[in-house]
């Protein structure tokens, strides 16, 4: 799902693939190996910017054309799409501190086994992946057991087949909540063991779901994917169609470094809409708009634009500068999806 994977020389013609690399990051180059690389511009003139209409309507009552505000008792904002059924945007849904928790729970907690990462099909699993990598362990072959892997200390890891955690972090891509996501298969295995959605992301989710769901009907949160995304790191233009009823939507959080979004249409030759999404915004996709293709080309991770200013200050505290470390540079997504 990351990168160009599964790209052919036919979605490279496609009206999606053309805007994601409109948006994707690319490096202008350099003569000096010494000079450090610059991201190379991006007119981001035509980006839809929900904060920025939130602004307007607050200050004047103005909405652009194509968005309209869905009339309900909720306590911000909620905007729609005129020509996305099935589509919500809540900007600063999520308090500074609900950000600050749910960060530290993608980072700690919700990689924890028996959940499953992007790192099992290599090493198994790898317990206390965060820890490990702000105590600068190294993940080492287990002497007693030939297809198992342990943590040890750079001064005692006494062969070459080691990874340090740091590095493990920075390649994490992919958890999973709840029922666990079979990537292979592309179904969910309900066999497998699993640790339950913490009931607070729980509550998170049905208040939000609940602007999106059939009448009379409340979201059960069933299944979460958190992903992961460093500088460079994209989504490529996917459906979420492995669930069974898609009147249900999923509830995407964002946390951390600010990243553009695109919607698109049922067919990857529909040319998608671009959207700035920041730390705290929620987006809703149920109806029509779980039928279209979505993606994110591109995070911004340098100072003028990542635009976290607020999540800085909250993670201050020397005991989280490891968090500030990561989050600086990184976008974590969180997605939590009724599967039956």
């Given at each position: ?29 350099t003569k000096s190996s010494k000079k450090k690389k610059q991201p190379r511009p991006v007119d981001l003139s035509e980006v839809i910017d929900f904060k920025s209409i939130s602004e307007s309507l607050t200050r004047n009552g103005d909405l652009p054309i194509g968005v309209s505000k869905l009339e309900c008792d909720f306590d911000r904002p909620v905007f729609c799409l005129d020509n996305c059924p099935g589509f919500y945007f809540i900007p600063e849904a999520l308090t500074i501190e609900e950000q600050y928790r749910w960060i530290k729970e993608s980072l700690t907690s919700f990689p924890q086994p028996p959940n ?225």
């Open positions: 799902m990351y990168g160009s994977d599964g790209v052919t020389e036919d979605s490279e013609r496609t009206a999606f693939r053309k805007t994601e690399k409109k948006y994707k990051l690319y490096y202008d180059n499953r990462t992007n790192h099992n099909a290599l090493y198994g699993a790898i317990p206390d992946l965060f820890n490990a990598a702000k105590d600068r362990k190294l993940l080492v072959e287990d002497q007693n057991d030939v297809h198992g892997y342990i943590w040890a200390c750079e001064e005692t890891a006494n062969t070459c087949k080691s990874i340090p955690a740091s590095l493990l972090l920075r390649k994490l891509r992919w958890s999973t909540l709840g029922l666990q996501f079979d990537w292979s298969k592309r179904s969910y295995n309900v066999s497998l063991p699993h640790n339950e959605i913490p009931d607070a992301l729980c509550q998170v989710a049905k208040k939000m779901a609940a602007l999106a769901m059939p009448i009379g009907q409340e979201f059960q949160p069933e299944a979460a994917i958190v992903n992961y995304f460093a500088s460079g790191d994209m989504l490529g233009g996917h459906l979420d169609d492995m669930e069974v009823d898609w009147s249900k939507p999923i509830v995407s959080m964002s946390l951390g470094c600010k990243a553009i979004f695109l919607v698109g249409g049922k067919s990857r030759n529909d040319e998608p809409m671009a959207m700035f999404l920041r730390s705290g915004d929620i987006v809703l996709m149920g109806g029509e708009a779980r039928e279209r293709f979505h993606g994110i080309p591109r995070i911004f991770t340098d100072t003028e634009n990542a635009e976290i200013g607020d999540l800085e200050k909250q993670f201050a505290g020397e005991d989280d500068l490891c968090y500030l470390e990561y989050i600086k540079s990184s976008r974590i997504n969180i997605n939590i999806r009724q599967v039956y």
